[in-house]
């Protein structure tokens, strides 16, 4: 029998006041397989990624986990998680990677990434720090575990996001433009580690920029537009044989920007 997806997304609404953000959006992300979101800014990938991480509410539709469907209690604008234990269940199963690294600045790197497994989940000192190390030597800067936030480049700091969400040994990833903060050099850091964790078969969503990042790591591209699912399907179909003109127009800006 074929497990449940990792995340599930069914017909979500989400809307702030009267701004209607995401208007029926399902998605699914299966174990091992590779999401990329794609689309201009507004039409609501970040906010589907910040429903789907229970960092946002959203007002109708269904969110599962592993087969699990989130408890909502209220409807509408007053829906809020019914579960606080099953939300941060979810939550700790699912590392979101931020645009801004998000970093503690009064703690070392080594500290930033052991705080959450140690805090969360109460695991043991020793096995953790033993991971963060490893985690940190996995990403390419296991040299930097004694240093500052402020002491590294943005692609460094990062690349210490990443391990952080690793050390938390979740079932998926979540990645929010994780390279549009970061100038060219720095991006490669970042996408080469990208790259790495896609050949290693781990859950991931993406939202990106990077159309060339979304082609060679999806195995499913989704393209929003106004808060809707546009066109989706494998990068070969959406990049090399777009249906919707509103995606040819899109994919045709990013090519000449």
């Known amino acids: 029998m074929q497990q449940p997806p990792v995340i599930e997304i069914r017909d979500l609404h989400k809307s702030y006041g009267s701004l209607e953000v995401l208007k029926g959006v399902s998605l ?44 909502w209690r209220g409807t509408g604008m007053h829906r809020r998680p019914g579960d606080a234990k099953q939300v941060l269940r979810i939550r700790t199963n699912l590392s979101m990677v931020f645009q801004q690294f998000n970093l503690w600045s009064h703690m070392t790197i080594l500290q930033n990434v052991m705080e959450a497994p140690l805090t969360v989940l109460g695991r043991d000192r020793a096995e953790v720090e033993e991971k963060a190390r490893a985690y940190l030597a996995k990403v390419g800067i296991g040299d930097k575990a004694d240093a500052w936030p402020a002491q590294l480049s943005g692609g460094q700091q990062q690349r210490a996001a990443i391990a952080r969400g690793l050390c938390m040994e979740p079932e998926a990833l979540l990645f929010d433009e994780p390279t549009s903060a970061l100038d060219p050099e720095l991006e490669q850091e970042v996408v080469k580690v990208i790259k ?62």
């Open 196 to 257: 790495d964790l896609a050949n290693e078969g781990r859950t991931m969503i993406l939202v990106t920029h990077d159309m060339r990042l979304a082609a060679d790591v999806s195995d499913t591209v989704v393209f929003l537009h106004q808060g809707l699912v546009e066109e989706m399907g494998p990068p070969a179909d959406v990049f090399g044989a777009p249906k919707s003109e509103r995606l040819k127009q899109f994919l045709s800006a990013t090519q000449t920007a």
């Open 28 to 71: 699914t992300a299966r174990r091992g397989e590779v999401v990329s979101m794609i689309g201009s800014s507004g039409s609501g990938k970040s906010t589907l990624l910040r429903c789907a991480n229970l960092l946002e509410d959203s007002q109708q539709g269904d969110i599962l986990f592993k087969g699990e469907a989130v408890h």
